[in-house]
């Protein structure tokens, strides 16, 4: 059965940092390509950052560009967003998922392209 865990949310201060961990289980990532989303309550889900395959292609929303970073270890079997400088707006439900392709420096935006899914990781930002 492919799964995704994520680990890593919590309560932070402005300002602070939270690195974010996805592990997949029951398939290896060498050939996934990886999104992080967010939800905030009452809001849609939106994209957060992007990395393909490979690991040399990647995307980041402008609203996190600069602060966040999304890197894959393979070996590990695990997926991680590193987030700095987090604000009140990083505030959500932050889920990661994979999707299998070929194309081994293609990252993909929309979610509905993504078909293994964690079951998320509250994030909340606060004073």
């Known amino acids: 059965q492919l799964q995704l865990v994520e680990s890593g949310g919590g309560l932070v201060q402005p300002g602070g940092s939270l690195r974010l961990s996805c592990a997949a289980s029951?398939?290896?990532?060498?050939?996934?390509?990886i999104g992080w989303f967010r939800q905030a309550p009452g809001k849609e889900r939106e994209g957060v950052s992007w990395?393909?395959?490979?690991?040399?292609?990647?995307n980041y929303a402008d609203s996190v560009k600069g602060r966040f970073t999304i890197s894959r270890d393979n070996d590990k079997k695990t997926v991680y967003l590193q987030m700095n400088s987090l604000k009140s707006e990083d505030t959500g439900v932050y889920y990661c998922?994979?999707?299998?392709?070929?194309?081994?420096?293609?990252?993909?935006?929309?979610?509905?392209?993504?078909?293994?899914w964690g079951q998320g990781t509250q994030v909340t930002v606060s004073s």
């Open positions: 990395l393909s395959s490979s690991g040399f292609s990647t």
């Open positions: 029951g398939f290896t990532l060498n050939y996934y390509a």
């Open positions: 998922a994979a999707r299998w392709t070929v194309d081994r420096d293609t990252y993909y935006l929309r979610a509905s392209e993504y078909f293994v």
